[in-house]
């Protein structure tokens, strides 16, 4: 028993610059887009559709597709997330 506050403090302490490195990129890359970041967002907007009518996506190496494909799993798996947290219900809505 008398050893668990040196634990704690020294658990605490290797722990602080882990989490200092964590809040200096949460800061950056969890930050909503700001009004001067809209005209690049549009742009890749439109990036995306023009390569979408012209089949471009079929010059994809497998690496990109993949790596395409995980990115989208995970805003469908966040999506659901966000509407199991809303509707406070695995299935269903509470009516």
């Known amino acids: 028993m008398a050893a668990i506050p040196g634990l704690i403090n020294s658990t605490i302490a290797a722990a602080r610059p882990k989490f200092a490195i964590f809040m200096k990129y949460a800061k950056v890359e969890l930050a909503p887009p700001k009004l001067s970041e809209l005209p690049q967002i549009k742009a890749g907007i ?3 559709l023009s390569s979408a009518k012209s089949g471009a996506w ?3 190496t497998v690496k990109q597709a993949t790596l395409n494909t995980l990115v989208g799993a995970e805003v469908l798996f966040w999506f659901y997330i966000g509407e199991c947290i809303g509707k ?3 299935v269903g809505y509470d009516v």
């Open 46 to 48: 439109g990036k995306l």
């Open 58 to 60: 079929r010059d994809l």
């Open 88 to 90: 406070r219900h695995l």
